[in-house]
């Protein structure tokens, strides 16, 4: 795993979150993991051409699913307990170099569609 700074900028209806954390990362053939600790929770995103899902484990546990043109959707809970809300990925925009990743993508969420615009990029920290 490589040490790298993580930036993700998410825009919805009347709200937005920017986030900058160090994280680690591994990158192979093409796809890349992106693994980073986000108010006490361990969170991932894994992401490849065609594909992205971001993982969050603590509080409470989701995993959100990105694929372009495809019905998906956000997982909340676990075994005991689970519930979700579908998610249509409109656009996912993934480049994987041997230095980071930077992604966009687009999605409309849950049963009022609310389009959501997530920027992802993991940069290899400099030696």
């Known amino acids: ?14 709200w937005e979150s920017n986030i900058v954390r ?3 990362m591994h990158i192979e053939d ?19 051409p065609g594909r992205a899902e971001q993982v969050r484990k ?21 075994e005991a307990l689970r519930g979700g809300y579908a998610i249509f990925t409109s656009r996912l925009d993934c480049t994987v170099g041997s230095f980071g990743v930077n992604a966009e993508l687009e999605y ?17 920290n400099k030696k």
């Open 1 to 14: 795993m490589t040490d790298c700074r993580l930036t993700i900028s998410s825009r919805g209806k009347g």
């Open 58 to 78: 603590g509080g409470v546990n989701l995993r959100m699913t990105f694929v372009p043109g495809q019905k998906t959707a956000c997982i909340i809970g676990d």
């Open 108 to 124: 409309f969420s849950g049963e009022d569609k609310e389009r959501i615009v997530v920027k992802l990029r993991a940069l290899a």
């Open 22 to 24: 160090p994280a680690k």
């Open 30 to 48: 093409g796809c890349a993991r992106v693994e980073y600790d986000l108010d006490g929770d361990a969170c991932t995103f894994t992401l490849r």
